[in-house]
């Protein structure tokens, strides 16, 4: 089984089988996963980052499961095209399909290649395939981590550079460009002036790799956020309170500077494995600056992989809320109720949106390798949002958890 995830990681996206066997032939590949999923709640719903809906008492195949199907075709000795399509739910209630990769590379030599068009964004450990269920130990990516980052790719070009030192295989990706994601609720974010620089080291079963993103972040289509910002200029030209006009300029998320800086370690050991990553995110504007990791431990028996995981995320920090706390005497009776849902809405920037909440999980789960190419995984989460309701979907009032969330996947490759 070790062989064949590890193959499964390497060819992923260059393509397993072909349906031609001329080297020069369009490959076709593809990959996908079958999957149910259910909680042991009613009063809100699990479900993957960016996804409209989730997974609740009833069993639903929205949450895990999808299917990509990808092209490669050398043009020649040193060009080649490669596009990617993957059919799931994400900001949508419904599956869709959307273009994930759709690509030029040019290898100028043996330790560098280019490449130009839509790229995966190489931004965590396993964001070349985080979608391929087959690929990864885990059922999913921690929801604590992967929910950190909506964008998942680049539109611009990239360089690619490896040298071998030793028995040592460094790769340093930089790329710049744009990125957009389609949000739940209709929302649009997006990412101007994007560069990412991405260092990877590998010594044998030891994978390492460090990683930066910058970029200019946007939402202006937010009926909600808008009408808080206006209102809370509006009272603070109207009431003469100079600080909710600022407070409005610091939570407007346009053009506003974020990064992500995150590392990662993987071990594939005999039949140990570890896999773990630290993340950092910091954004100007209402959403908060947090701090999100992982560990995975696992111990290969047979062809049955048996796995722990642990997964947390934390608001570091978050515009503070100068709304006062009342109104001078004299000011007009609409004042303290204006004030006071304008601070209400203020406190509620910090628990909305995709990623903005806190959240611990552990997850036991086991990995059975039964066929080629396909793999049975069964997953049960404990999630504890931590400070309200985390990142769960639409909570009921009151609703604090903890929810058991369970799931089962087919997973495979073609």
Not at 10 to 22: D, E, F, I, T, W
Request: with cysteine.
């Amino acid at each position: 089984m070790k062989k064949r995830v590890i193959a499964s990681l390497l060819a992923l996206p260059l393509a397993v089988p072909a349906v031609h066997a001329q080297d020069n032939a369009v490959r076709i590949s593809g990959f996908g996963s079958g999957a149910l999923t259910w909680t042991n709640t009613d009063r809100a719903e699990f479900g993957r980052p960016n996804q409209a809906s989730g997974a609740d008492k009833h069993v639903t195949t929205g949450v895990d499961s999808n299917l990509g199907l990808q092209a490669d075709a050398p043009l020649n000795s040193w060009l080649s095209a490669t596009a990617q399509g993957l059919v799931r739910k994400d900001a949508e209630d419904d599956f869709g399909a959307e273009l994930t990769l759709a690509f030029a590379k040019a290898k100028l030599s043996d330790e560098f290649s280019v490449r130009v068009g839509r790229m995966g964004l190489p931004i965590f450990m396993i964001s070349d395939y985080r979608n391929v269920g087959y690929a990864n130990t885990f059922l999913r990516p921690p929801t604590e981590m992967y929910s950190q980052v909506v964008f998942n790719h680049l539109d611009g070009v990239d360089g690619t550079w490896q040298h071998a030192y030793g028995d040592t295989n460094l790769t340093a990706q930089l790329g710049v460009g744009r990125s957009k994601a389609d949000l739940a609720g209709g929302l649009t974010m997006k990412g101007d002036n994007v560069t990412v620089l991405n260092l990877v080291a590998e010594h044998g079963p030891l994978t390492m790799r460090i990683g930066r993103a910058d970029t200019k972040i946007s939402i202006d289509n937010s009926t909600t956020v808008n009408g808080l910002l206006n209102g809370l200029r509006a009272a603070g030209s109207g009431y003469r309170f100079a600080q909710l006009n600022q407070l409005a300029d610091d939570l407007q998320l346009h053009r506003k500077k974020a990064s992500f800086t995150s590392a990662g370690i993987g071990l594939d050991w005999n039949d140990i494995i570890v896999q773990s990553e630290y993340a950092k995110r910091k954004i100007d504007g209402y959403a908060n600056d947090t701090t999100s990791w992982y560990a995975m431990a696992g111990y290969r028996v047979g062809k049955f992989l048996p796995y722990y995981l642990h997964s947390s995320l934390k608001i570091d920090s978050a515009v503070a809320n100068t709304v006062p706390g009342a109104c001078p005497a004299g000011y007009p009776a609409a004042c303290a109720p204006t004030l006071a849902a304008l601070s209400n809405g203020v406190n509620r920037l910090k628990v909305s949106g995709v990623g903005q909440g806190e959240q611990e999980t552990d997850s036991i789960g086991v990995r059975w390798d039964f066929y080629r190419s396909v793999a049975l995984k069964a997953q049960v989460d404990r999630v504890r949002p931590q400070n309200g309701t985390g990142l769960l979907i639409a909570p009921q009032p009151g609703f604090r958890g903890p929810v058991t969330v369970g799931a089962v996947s087919l997973d495979f490759v073609f």
